[in-house]
């Protein structure tokens, strides 16, 4: 152990040191002499004892830590699930997380210890220490742990980790110049970073953290850039809210870190200034010398001196140690004692690299915490995030003006009149109703203008209050809220909205059982989902309207709908706003469409009704020339048709060749199509070279009746030799299809039943064919005009804006990176993109500054991917159509065992948000993991691994407000990659924004069949019921799922070389490698950081599917088709998986077992041997979600090629996202790693160009309403 440090009594008193260790020697001998014959002094008089003697007591009374049935002995070859085995440890330590941990004593029963003790040679002679907790492996690229949530049928244990009980902890490490650097033990086997301790060890070890942890914030910001002042440091101090102490640290952290001990122990010195002088702040210079030690060496140098006298005369340190000289002499290292081991030193440097990624390494550097920016916000998004995000911001331009309290005070008693005069309007008895006959629409009519109930007179369009009762449609059985008649029931903060509904009066009605009030209902904002999250003041319009008896109004209020360039009412107005419908279903909030309503008289004058009577009418089918309409859409005799299929798999396509067509309204229309089969299902009898294209139909003569509810929409079908080329008849349409060939059947058993189709075979509804032809011309004319600007500023490699490009008229012109091999690989490929290798917090200063003219040349940033080039003119602030964003999302991730409460990245959405608020983009695209939905704003820690409280989906709640507080209408889905080409399944949340002036697009409907249990719900708690925007029913969508197969089949195939050739086990790798293929074998060079073919590639076949046409429809200059150099033994170990669908490790020989397969008292073991690692991909099944961490160990393991022995390449694993094979990634190491994360952090290409699509088809409405106008 290394030798205690001195104190400042050892420099300046030896000889008066070394008689009080002496005399606490002896004390400590008597003391382990009489635990051994057991302390019989009363706990108080033990206690006082301790005050006498100076002891602090660390505890209020000894516990102990009760070995857990799960923990597993640390040993050499212990080996954590998902570490990686085949990473450049450097010295072969691995570095791990450590929760739910403890220290303790084994030699006294297991005693728990404070880390101080670690630190102490006097304290710890003849004693050890011991460790627990959950373990994980610790990722430099936090995002490697895993971004994928959808196994959620995984073992909750097994998801939390591994117990361990650690070996001996030999040291305990702190760098106090990094604010975010973690605390960490290390043992003889592994580094251990300590996260959250096990809560019956909470409050001994909060004792030592909070006295080092503010230290560390001490000593980092004096190391800072700047001179703090103390007012700022305090106020920044105190703004968050640690988890660990449970509480925001304050004064009395930094009175304790730099206290005077007990004075009763000083009075032998010779005078009060020797006192001040000695024992002020004794851990305070305890953790400057070990900082000097670490970064300075232990010897007395000048730049040691120069060092310690930088941290000495910062102000902030100068006014916590009350101006008094921490180093009575100067500091050199002749003051006593080594005080600190060169071994510890270069040890902890190490580790360091380790934790942080070399500085050689870009990519991990710009990862490591001290190079994590404050998030940078405009004025309004701090104003809205006021008191919800543990972080404080920095706002980048002038607050804008806020309500003064008073402002605030008189709308709080205002709302709290509103509430006391309407609950007693509402219960009020034997309530007066009446009407003039002057309020009568007209003579005679039993429609009215006004109504007279109570004292008030109402009148059509009044916004009224009416008590919350029972809502049918959500749950009828919830009761509704009492109203209390006591006023002092009544809380401080109620709001209207909590005992009453809003709605607007449409007309009233004069009818044989009385009067009655016809009213279209708002829903108040807090009603939303917005929650709590809300503008008191804001209310919503609904497309929901009742008849309700007027003895239910209880008063009226103020409400006006804003104008479009409206936000919000100015500070000094008190009434209620509206601007948004909102609808409960979707949780959408919508424009306010100009009414077909307005103008017209009671009871027309209801829009609510109108559109219910148009759903109504929908549902049923009406007679026209040939055809019938339902749903708003004409069908016709010989329409090519999709319709609904009652089994698993893909909808019918087919020709309708008749309707029964009704003489009146109808529910019952059945039709007869005859059926179109796809190509994509001859696959067993197609020719090796035929390709499966998803828009090749045949003809076939099967028919079948099918009723008119199952049509699900009308599609186009032409003769091959009738369309001037395919990628011009399919290329911007889903539903355009080809035939070439008819079959009997729909499934033929030879290919050479096949006829050649005639152009006769297919008529046409001429109509529906002019139509179509009408607004292709349409189409032409508007996609000729100028593409929409993309802008992403959070791009990673580009992918989801080259998705949206590749949906047309559109074009991706700025981009935000932080990596530089990112944002060299999008450059590469985007070059008219321009790109910044830079913090978007950073950016977004820059471009403000520069757009106000508060810039210099000297403070534009530079690139990050060389720290020389300065960054290129910011975008304008007018220049971009659309914001596209896949923001940071691992702290969100399912898959991210230890989530943290105040996790800075999950404060990224306030920077995306500022973007939003300074560009205002006409359209926003959003994309997170599904774990994004239950991000709680204001949560604390629940236990190591979770957090819990605070406003649930606070995180979603934000961006809804944010947006809907800059005039966007909002809506959100889950969306599945796989429903849109994308050969993997890949759940991701989605929302999408548009200005209220634009056409919010629709989210895609699926066009690709998958079998997937996930519903793609998403479940408010406002809500009982789920929200699914998109049909997402099988048997709906016109494609088969894109396989494995179907999207690598044509690659090049290659096996990995034996390690051991001339072993047997090599002998018999050849042999099976002979056996199943005749693909090259190429050996894995340790020597070099992969293995496989690089450049211009020969393919294995021609495309054979709509998949691989994509991917190939420009050459490429590198086909990247190589995986990482593994080490010997795991190459050996995936040489000998079966080349077998589903294969995994439980399928080795047993003497090539890793030690977590073969040990019972493994993770692995002891969970049952869960199935997976090494595993062997299906090729005629799906690819696991593809995360930045594919290894054969990781959380997605299914990482094993399904034709070759040797793990998926780079090139298929951008395949599984849509890549095409002309995208070349970039990595300035030449790091498969770095590639993998490139790839598995992107959005899906097919998803991309689908959510583009709709972008499109929203732009062309509007364009088509606008041409209609003109």
Same mark, same amino acid.
């Given at each position: ?38 302390? &019989? ?92 907790? %959950? ?43 990094? $604010? ?18 096990? *809560? ?21 910001? @004096? ?13 920044? /101090? ?130 490591? *915490? ?54 007693? %309007? ?99 904002? =807090? ?13 919503? $319009? ?51 469409? =100009? ?5 017209? +008289? ?37 329409? /090519? ?29 059945? $039709? ?64 355009? /299809? ?195 939905? =239950? /991000? ?41 990659? @796989? ?20 056409? $919010? ?15 793609? @719900? ?24 894109? &396989? ?78 190589? &995986? ?24 080795? +020989? ?60 780079? +090139? ?59």
């Amino acid at each position: 152990m290394p030798p205690r440090r001195p104190s400042a009594f050892d420099v300046s008193f030896p000889e008066e040191a070394e008689q009080e260790r002496r005399a606490q020697a002896q004390a400590q001998a008597q003391k382990r002499k009489a635990g051994a014959q057991g302390d &019989t002094r009363p706990a108080k008089k033990q206690n006082q004892d301790d005050k006498r003697t100076g002891r602090r007591s660390t505890a209020a009374a000894s516990a102990y830590y009760t070995p857990h049935p799960g923990d597993i002995l640390e040993q050499q070859h212990t080996h954590i699930f998902g570490e990686d085995p085949d990473a450049d440890d450097g010295d072969g330590i691995p570095v791990r997380v450590l929760t739910d941990f403890v220290l303790f004593d084994p030699t006294r029963t297991n005693e728990l210890v404070s880390p101080a003790l670690l630190e102490s040679v006097d304290e710890v002679e003849g004693r050890q220490f011991e460790g627990a907790g %959950v373990v994980a492996p610790y990722y430099v690229n936090e995002e490697d742990e895993g971004l994928e949530d959808d196994d959620e049928d995984d073992d909750e244990d097994e998801e939390r980790g591994m117990r361990l009980r650690l070996s001996a902890v030999l040291a305990v490490y702190i760098d106090y110049s990094k $604010l975010d650097d973690p605390f960490y033990i290390t043992t003889l086997h592994a580094w251990y970073i300590l996260r959250m301790p096990s *809560p019956h060890y909470r409050k001994l070890y909060a004792e030592y953290y909070r006295v080092h942890k503010t230290l560390q914030w001490l000593i980092s910001t @004096a190391l800072a850039a700047g001179q703090t002042r103390y007012d700022d440091f305090m106020e920044e /101090f105190g703004a968050v809210h640690d988890e660990i102490i449970g509480r925001r640290f304050d004064v009395r952290d930094i009175n304790d870190a730099v206290r005077i001990p007990d004075p009763v122990r000083c009075f032998s010195l010779r005078s009060l200034t020797n006192i001040l002088c000695i024992y002020q702040a004794p851990q305070l210079r305890f953790a400057i010398d070990t900082l000097a030690d670490n970064l300075k060496g232990p010897d007395d140098t000048p730049e040691r001196r120069t060092f310690v006298s930088r941290v000495l005369s910062h102000p902030l340190i100068s006014r916590v140690l009350g101006g008094t000289n921490l180093y009575p002499q100067a500091p050199s290292s002749s003051q006593g004692p080594s005080r600190s081991q060169p071994q510890k030193r270069s040890t902890l440097t190490r580790l360091q690299e380790r934790l942080q990624g070399s500085t050689a390494n870009r990519d991990l550097a710009v990862l490591r *915490p001290e190079q994590q920016n404050p998030t940078h916000v405009t004025p309004l998004i701090s104003v809205l995030a006021a008191g919800l995000f543990r972080e404080q911001l920095i706002v980048v331009g002038p607050k804008p003006a806020q309500p003064s309290r008073a402002v605030l005070r008189r709308r709080r008693e205002r709302e709290r009149q509103t509430i006391i005069r309407s609950i007693a %309007v509402a219960l009020r008895e034997n309530v007066r109703v009446s009407a003039i006959r002057q309020w009568q629409l007209e003579r005679g009519s039993e429609y009215l203008t006004k109504l007279k109930v109570g004292d008030i007179v109402y009148e059509i369009g009044d916004v009224v209050i009416v008590p919350i009762g029972s809502d049918d449609a959500e749950d009828p059985d919830k009761p509704a809220p009492d109203l209390p008649s006591d006023p002092d029931e009544i809380p401080q903060n109620a709001l209207v909205a909590d005992y009453f509904w809003f709605a607007q009066i449409m007309y009233f009605q004069d009818t044989d059982r009385g009067y009655a009030v016809h009213v279209r209902w708002f829903e108040h904002s =807090s009603k939303t989902v917005l929650g709590d999250i809300s503008d008191p003041q804001e209310l919503f $319009l609904t497309n929901i309207c009742d008849g309700i008896r007027p003895q239910t109004l209880s008063g009226k209020v103020e409400a006006v709908e804003l104008e479009q360039d409206q936000t919000a009412l100015s500070n000094d107005e008190d009434h209620y706003y509206y601007k948004f419908i909102y609808s409960k279903q979707g949780a959408s909030f919508t424009t306010i469409p =100009s009414s077909p309503t307005d103008g017209l +008289r009671p009871p027309d004058n209801c829009y609510s009704c109108l559109l219910s009577s148009q759903t109504k009418a929908n549902e049923q089918g009406y007679p026209i020339p040939n055809g019938v309409v339902y749903r708003g859409v004409n069908y016709h005799i010989d329409d /090519f048709v999709f319709v609904k299929s009652p089994c698993d798999g893909p909808c019918h396509i087919g020709q309708i060749t008749s309707i029964a067509i009704p003489k009146r309204a109808s529910t019952d229309v059945p $039709l007869t199509i005859c059926l179109l089969g796809l190509f994509t299902s001859l696959a067993s009898i197609l020719p090796s070279n035929e390709e499966r294209d998803e828009r090749h139909l045949f003809l076939t003569d099967e028919k079948k009746t099918v009723q008119m509810q199952d049509l699900l929409q009308i599609c186009h079908v032409a003769h091959y030799d009738n369309i001037p080329s395919r990628d011009y008849w399919c290329g911007t349409n889903t539903d355009h /299809f080809y035939v070439k060939y008819h079959f009997p059947t729909l499934s033929p058993s030879s290919w050479n039943q096949r006829k050649a189709a005639q152009s006769l075979q297919l008529p046409v509804c001429e109509t529906c064919f002019n139509d179509m032809q009408i607004k292709q011309a349409q189409w032409e004319m508007f996609a000729g005009g100028p593409p929409m600007h993309i802008f992403d500023p959070f791009a990673g490699v580009g992918a989801f804006g080259l998705g949206m490009e590749m949906a047309g008229g559109m074009k991706t012109t700025h981009a935000i990176e932080i990596s530089p091999s990112a944002a060299i690989t999008l450059k590469t490929n985007m070059p008219d993109t321009v790109v910044y290798n830079q913090c978007a917090n950073t950016v977004l200063q820059y471009t403000i500054k520069s757009q106000n003219g508060h810039l210099s040349r000297a403070e534009t940033p530079t690139q990050l991917y060389d720290d020389v080039t300065k960054l290129g003119p910011p975008p304008s602030l007018d220049a971009v159509d659309i914001m596209i964003a896949g923001f940071p999302c691992q702290p969100h991730s399912g898959l991210n065992m230890f989530q943290k409460a105040n996790d800075r990245k999950s404060n990224l959405i306030l920077n995306l948000l500022s973007w939003v608020d300074i560009m205002r983009p006409n359209y926003c695209v959003f994309e997170n993991v599904k774990g994004f939905l =239950s /991000f709680n704003l204001n949560s604390v820690q629940k236990d190591q691994y979770q957090t819990e409280g605070g406003i649930t989906m606070g995180g979603l709640k934000f961006v809804y407000r944010a947006l809907l507080a800059m005039n966007y209408q909002v809506h959100c889905a889950l969306l599945q990659g @796989a429903h849109y080409g994308t050969p993997q399944t890949r759940v991701r949340f989605f929302l999408m924004a548009a200005k209220r002036s634009y056409i $919010l697009p629709e989210m895609p409907a699926p066009t690709h069949d998958f079998p997937d249990a996930n519903k793609l @719900a998403i479940k408010f708690s406002i809500s009982k019921h789920p929200i699914r925007p998109i049909l997402t029913e099988r048997g709906t969508a016109p494609f088969q799922a894109v &396989t494995v197969d179907s999207a690598i089949s044509d690659l090049p195939r290659f096996h990995w070389k034996h390690p051991k050739p001339f072993s047997q086990s090599g002998l018999n790798h050849v042999r099976e490698v002979r056996r199943v293929s005749q693909a090259i074998t190429l050996e894995c060079d340790q020597s070099k950081p992969w293995v496989g073919i690089e450049g211009v590639p020969q393919y294995r076949t021609p495309p054979l599917t709509s998949f691989q046409h994509f991917c190939r429809q420009k050459p490429t200059p590198n086909i990247q088709h190589f &995986t990482r150099t593994l080490k010997p033994l795991t190459v050996e170990r995936v040489l000998n998986i079966p080349l077998v669908a589903g294969a995994d490790y439980r399928d080795l +020989r047993k003497e090539l077992w890793e030690w977590q397969f073969s040990d019972p008292n493994s993770a692995i073991a002891r969970g049952g041997f869960r199935p997976g690692l090494y595993g062997r991909i299906d090729k005629d099944g799906y690819f696991q979600t593809t995360v930045t961490n594919m290894e054969p160990t990781a959380k997605q393991s299914k990482v094993l090629n399904p034709y070759c022995h040797r793990t998926v390449t780079v +090139r298929e694993l951008a395949r599984s996202q849509g890549f095409p094979d002309h995208f070349v990634f970039h990595s300035e190491n030449n790091s498969v790693l770095t590639m993998h994360r490139q790839i598995g952090n992107a959005v899906p290409l097919p998803l991309g160009i689908a959510l583009g699509r709709e972008i499109r088809k929203a732009q062309f409405q509007m364009w088509q309403n606008a041409t209609l106008a003109d």
